[in-house]
């Protein structure tokens, strides 16, 4: 089981993350009809992959942060129920802090991903 991210064909390998959640985005189109009463229209529903760390070393921090960078749909491999699952994503979000110790690392890590 693999867990990879990046352009196709030259995905970087994932440590496993200590947490691991799928959720769900709607997006809608939201509007007031006369009466005044809101109405929403759901034009699609995609899929939010986070991924939590507690600490990983700088250099792991520096590949992501390429990967964030790109600004492109990225493949996206990960194992869920004992399977490898493929997604093509966008790289939202890339939290981290920086340790304050003497060896390089970083911890509090979150990586959101959101399905193309």
């Known amino acids: 089981m693999s867990w990879k991210l990046g352009v196709e064909g030259l995905e970087t390998t994932l440590y496993k993350p200590t947490a691991f959640v799928i959720g769900e985005k709607k997006i809608e189109k939201v509007g007031r009809v006369a009466s005044g009463k809101k109405v929403k229209d759901v034009q699609a529903v995609k899929q939010l992959f986070t991924l939590s760390y507690n600490k990983l070393e700088a ?54 991903l959101e399905e193309e």
């Open 59 to 112: 250099s792991y921090i520096a590949s992501m942060l390429i990967e964030h960078g790109r600004k492109l749909p990225l493949n996206f491999i990960y194992e869920y129920n004992g399977t490898d699952n493929e997604v093509t994503v966008f790289f939202e979000r890339f939290t981290r802090r920086k340790r304050l110790t003497p060896t390089e690392l970083w911890g509090d890590i979150t990586i959101v």
